[in-house]
């Protein structure tokens, strides 16, 4: 199962929104709402964000909202801010092996 | 407080067994309620998901490293282990450990450990 493709690097300035999105296919982002997305600072763990494409954990600022469409599911951040600069990774669990397909992960960048 | 942390040699010698144990603290590994994972990262990339454990014991291995790693959890340390046989140079990596809520078919990872860096050289 190959890494699900997302955009290398996505940049906006404060206060934009800006939205990553996360390709798969039908066995993984398509067939099941399983999708969620962690964001990573240089040298730190990854952080979850979202989970089965649209939930918040608790703790998470409501700035990040999920969604899909088809074989696609998306990140949007609204109200850019400069902590929000970070690597953004999707993940989908899928009912075949690998269990959990990452994706290739995007480079957020606040102008 | 939930934490986990990831504990084991920095360097491993290439054809070796890298072997790595990651301690819970404020949860425990045999509440059944959640799957327990090692994922790695080499330097500059994307994240893999190595495997998982739940309380049972039952495991589930990413097929590409199936033949090379055993996951194991030890109820009375609190713990869980990595065990990856016959390394090489693509393993070296950072190791995460991360709990996984099992009441959730997706089981999304909600805490992981700091990491720990194991480089692959002689």
């Known amino acids: 199962q190959s890494a699900l493709t997302q955009p290398a690097s996505v940049s906006g300035s404060p206060g934009q929104s800006i939205t990553i999105s996360c390709t798969g296919t039908?066995?993984?982002?398509?067939?099941?709402?399983?999708v969620s997305w962690y964001q990573q600072h240089p040298g730190k763990a990854p952080k979850l964000m979202i989970y089965e494409v649209s939930n918040r954990p608790s703790g998470v600022s409501n700035r990040f909202s999920g969604s899909k469409s088809g074989n696609t599911a998306s990140l949007t951040i609204s109200g850019l801010q400069a902590e929000d600069e970070a690597d953004y990774y999707c993940n989908s669990y899928t009912s075949s092996s690998p269990l959990y397909v990452f994706g290739t992960g995007t480079k957020v960048t606040v102008l | 407080q939930v934490q986990l942390q990831e504990s084991g040699p920095g360097l491993v010698k290439p054809s070796q067994t890298l072997s790595l144990t990651c301690t819970v603290s404020g949860d425990s590994v045999s509440s059944g309620s959640y799957y327990w994972s090692w994922i790695r990262q080499p330097a500059g990339k994307g994240l893999e998901w190595i495997g998982r454990?739940?309380?049972?014991?039952?495991?589930n291995y990413n097929p590409s490293l199936k033949s090379r790693v055993t996951i194991s959890v030890d109820t009375s340390k609190n713990q869980f282990s990595l065990k990856l046989s016959s390394v090489t140079a693509a393993d070296t990596a950072v190791y995460y450990c991360?709990?996984?809520?099992?009441?959730?078919?997706?089981?999304?990872?909600?805490?992981w450990g700091q990491g720990t860096l194991v480089t692959v050289s002689s």
């Open positions: 991360a709990r996984g809520a099992a009441w959730l078919q997706s089981g999304p990872f909600d805490y």
């Open positions: 454990i739940y309380t049972s014991g039952s495991t």
């Open positions: 039908s066995s993984d982002v398509g067939g099941y709402n399983y």
